[in-house]
Each structure stands twice: as structure tokens, then as C-alpha cells.
């Protein structure tokens, strides 16, 4: 079945910083592929997302590239920022009658001033 | 504007209580879907509606597990007799597509009903 592995948590790194979370996916056929983030005390949202192979879905500084070949979306940002400390959601979106997202386990992500 | 709203927002049953989560989506909005998150662990997909219809309940993981959207709005999930393994973050989202066409078409999430059952 469909399924999303992300990197394991939690993250600790210090402001400025350069983030990755890795990230990738089993999925018949082609998948639209998302970033969600959950800020402390709120609830999911997305950051971003990829529609087809070798988009780049960009947000926020966040960036991610829809690679096929490796079935993977990992998250980039250059330079962190203490207010991007929360939980990181990797997930695919299948053609199907219900397009439900299917998520991977999250990373915490953790920002040192 | 008004986003997804659910309530209540904590709830503690104790087991066997039945339970009822509700959902207020996004005015407009034609597609409904229920996740469950377990502490640690990503959304799983429980029900999916389109309107009123509840097209999807291939994640319901019991027959205690009970959804419905009678006027294609308000959506209530209820559980019977709760164990503790229910326990988790009832997510509710809804987007404006069918999920027929939705593939692009963002899904808003509630902030969720943590429920919590001793």
C-alpha cells in the first residue's frame, strides 16, 4: 500500500541553520506530495506541495522538489528561525475516490535561539 | 474567515462510555474527512463524505466506530464503548472539491478533539 517514511526526530539545531528533513514514498501511479507543519497548540496546516515530478512547491523559505526518480520530497530551508520550531508532516494525496492523505510519523523540529 | 471548527476540543471517557466528536467545516465545503493521530504519529485517515454521502470508511478501525453528515454540514463521529487504544486526536478536514477531483485541492484541517479514555 501507499506509505511515507520521513526522517526521525526530534531536530535540534540553532537559528540560521540549515534544515533538511528527509522524506520519501511508496505510491502507485503519481501522487500529489505535501508538506503539513503543526505549531505548537494549533492544528495542521500545509506548507507546502508538488503536483507532478520536478515541481518545487515553495513557502515560508521552506522549499521541497518532487523527484520520481528517487521518490522523494525532502524539506529544505537555508536559514532557520527560532518561530519555525513544530512538528513536520510529510504526506501523498492519491487519484482515488477520496484523495485522503496519507501521512508520515512527523519530525519535531526544535530551534535553538 | 471561519475555519474548521470541532468540539468539543478535550474529552475524558471513561471506558465503555460512548462518545460523540463534532465537526463544523468550512461553509461550502463538499468534501468532509476524519483522521485519527495517535500520540507520536502522523493523521490515518478514518471516513471520508461527500456531502451527505459517506463514500469512504475503509479506515474506521471498528464497528464501534460510527460517522455521519445528515445535511451535507455538521459532521458527528461517535464511538461506542471506548477502550483505551481510542485514545488519540480526532482530526477533522474539509476541502472544497469532490474527492473525485480534489487531488490539488487543499485540505483544511480543525484544531482537533483530543480524547482521552481511562
Known amino acids: 500500500g501507499d506509505s511515507v517514511t520521513q526522517m526521525e526526530g526530534p531536530v535540534t539545531l540553532s537559528e540560521e541553520a540549515c534544515l533538511t528533513i528527509?522524506?520519501?514514498?511508496?505510491?502507485?501511479?503519481?501522487?500529489?506530495l505535501f508538506w503539513y507543519v503543526q505549531y505548537p497548540g494549533e492544528g495542521l496546516q500545509l506548507l507546502l506541495k508538488?503536483?507532478?515530478?520536478?515541481d518545487k512547491g515553495s513557502n515560508k523559505g521552506f522549499e521541497a522538489t518532487y523527484r520520481k526518480e528517487t521518490t522523494s520530497f525532502h524539506l529544505e530551508k537555508g536559514s532557520v528561525q527560532v518561530s519555525d520550531s513544530a512538528v513536520y508532516f510529510c504526506a501523498l494525496r492519491r487519484y482515488s475516490s477520496a484523495s485522503k492523505i496519507i501521512f508520515g510519523s512527523g519530525t519535531r523540529l526544535s530551534i535553538r535561539p | 474567515g471561519a475555519g474548521v471548527s470541532q468540539s468539543p476540543r478535550y474529552k475524558v471517557a471513561k471506558r465503555g462510555q460512548d462518545v460523540a466528536l463534532r465537526c463544523d467545516p468550512i461553509s461550502g465545503h463538499v468534501s468532509l474527512f476524519w483522521y485519527q493521530q495517535a500520540l507520536g504519529q502522523g493523521p490515518e485517515f478514518l471516513t471520508y463524505?461527500?456531502?451527505?454521502?459517506?463514500?469512504?470508511k475503509s479506515g474506521l478501525p471498528s464497528d464501534r466506530f460510527f460517522a455521519e453528515r445528515p445535511e451535507g454540514s455538521v459532521s458527528t463521529l461517535k464511538i461506542q464503548r471506548t477502550q483505551q487504544e481510542d485514545s488519540a486526536v480526532y482530526l477533522c478536514?474539509?476541502?472544497?472539491?469532490?474527492?473525485?477531483?480534489?487531488?490539488?485541492?487543499?485540505?483544511?484541517f480543525g484544531p482537533g478533539t483530543r480524547l482521552t479514555v481511562l
Open positions: 508538488a503536483t507532478k515530478a520536478d
Open positions: 463524505f461527500q456531502n451527505e454521502a459517506q463514500l469512504d
Open positions: 478536514a474539509s476541502s472544497l472539491q469532490p474527492g473525485t477531483s480534489g487531488l490539488t485541492d487543499t485540505q483544511y
Open positions: 528527509n522524506c520519501t514514498y511508496t505510491a502507485t501511479g503519481y501522487p500529489s
